[in-house]
């Protein structure tokens, strides 16, 4: 799977702009694109989680407060699903919230997966909630009694916003849009790893050659 997810990350190049502040998303994939993001020549980037800046500095890549850019041309995340639609599930690396927050500030969202990640119907890999950690448990019982889902709390992580993320096992997602609002006005949640509302705009696949739709 690294040939793929570095085959993704490389064509991804092609979207990058010299001179420009791009985000950064969050995973292993990601990871392979800013390893190969020196060549591109930005003036920076803004990072979708402390992981993520610590590796974009390391490679000699100045990263910036998202209060001081204003809307960014592009971003580039990996993700954990896909559907033809470009409706996303993200955030089996705990980073939802920046990622949420990073998509919605940029014109423009490339999406580089791996085959595996391309399915028919969203839910088949479980649903990160972040949470407010008092929450926890109105969150987890609301969501099962909403969605006949089983949520499990991921207990060895502390998200880069001090939130707890439930993972919600057994979801057919029939409609990712309503799911992911309905998700979002439950009282404790900080963010849902539904990215419908606000899908991909371009979705690269690392197969070999990759393609994109
Ligand atoms: C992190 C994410 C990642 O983009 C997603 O988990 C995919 O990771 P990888 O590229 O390692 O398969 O949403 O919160």
Redesign the pocket.
Known sequence: MTDA?QRAAAAALAHVSAGTVIGV???????HFIDALPAARIAGAVA??EQTAARLRARGIAVLDLNATGTLPLYV????ACDPRRRLV???????TR?KIVAAASERFVC???PS?RVERLGRSPL?VEVIPMARELVARTIARMTGGTPVWREDVVTDNGGWILDVHGLVIDEPEALESAIDQIAGVVSV?LFARRPADVVIVGDDPPWSW
């Open positions: 997810k998303g969050t995973g292993s994939t990601v990871a979708s989680s995340d990996g993700a954990d993200k955030g089996g690396g705990a980073a939802l990622e580089i997966v791996d990640k990160p790893g």
